[in-house]
């Protein structure tokens, strides 16, 4: 089984369309948990455009199964982080102005600044992983940071698999997840997974312990409901 981590940045971005608290994020994490959700991401960016830091505080509290915090460990974030305690922490390397996540790390070149971050992380018991693209030397790379796990961009795969492609686009993956297994790391993997190319990625990438998906869920929620789409994702990651 695949642990389902939803990530509800999009129903912040509803909510701050209007300045007010419709729909109410603390009550939809509380909702996808009851209808079996099995962990909440947010990813705070620097212009709080979706995920204010107050709202990780107040998911902290109320969060029953495992938040994961993901984000570009800046100054700010690192505070935060330290402050929450969240179970999980994810680094990526996003600028503040990208539009969303749009690469994994380069954990050769970042080596020092991943390894410090990382061992500041675990020093508090917090669960460590590093965004990064399906290459053998970044996983590598990732390994020797001593991070305990590894998130697969998976937006390469989305792409072809839209294409008619599903081989070709998770081949990559199975290669990086079978690196990364061999070498000690546990496998997460996110962005752009979808209710049509979830089972296939699933199937065909070893070791997989959770993915964490947002866009594509909630959009599938305005026709399908949240709880339904909740648990068609959990069937296919069974
Ligand atoms: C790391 C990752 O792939 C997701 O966290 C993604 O970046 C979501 O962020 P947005 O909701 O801002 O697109
Ligand atoms: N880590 C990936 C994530 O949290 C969700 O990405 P997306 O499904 O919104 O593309």
């Known amino acids: 089984m695949t642990v389902l981590s939803v990530n509800v940045n999009k129903i912040a971005t509803l909510r701050n369309a209007r300045g007010g608290n419709v729909p109410n994020l603390i009550k939809v994490a509380q909702d996808i948990e009851r209808f079996g959700g099995q962990g909440i991401t947010i990813h ?3 212009d709080e ?4 830091y107050q709202d990780a505080r107040d998911l902290k509290k109320i969060v029953t199964t495992e ?34 996540s749009n690469a994994g790390w380069d954990t050769i070149k970042h080596h020092s600044y991943l390894s410090e971050i990382v061992k500041h992380f675990k020093n508090q018991g917090i669960r460590t992983s590093i965004f990064v693209d399906p290459v053998i030397e970044m996983i590598e790379g990732a390994a020797k940071t001593g991070v305990d796990r590894i998130e697969l961009y998976t937006e390469e795969y989305a792409v072809q698999f839209s294409k008619g492609n599903p081989e070709k686009g998770v081949q990559p993956y199975r290669d990086a997840a079978l690196k ?25 990438v070893p070791n997989l312990i959770e993915v964490s998906i947002g866009h594509a869920l909630i959009s599938e929620s305005i026709y399908l409901g949240l709880e339904n789409v909740v648990n068609m994702y959990k069937s296919r990651l069974a």
């Open 49 to 52: 455009r979706h995920i204010r």
């Open 67 to 100: 938040l994961n915090i993901e984000g570009n460990p800046i100054d700010s974030f690192v505070q935060l982080v330290d402050e929450v305690q969240p179970h999980q922490v994810t680094l990526v390397p996003d600028a503040p102005d990208a539009i969303t």
């Open 180 to 204: 990364a297994h061999e070498l000690g790391l546990g496998i997460n993997a996110g962005h752009d997974l979808s209710l049509e190319n979830i089972k296939y990625f699933k199937e065909n």
């Open 44 to 46: 705070p960016r620097p």
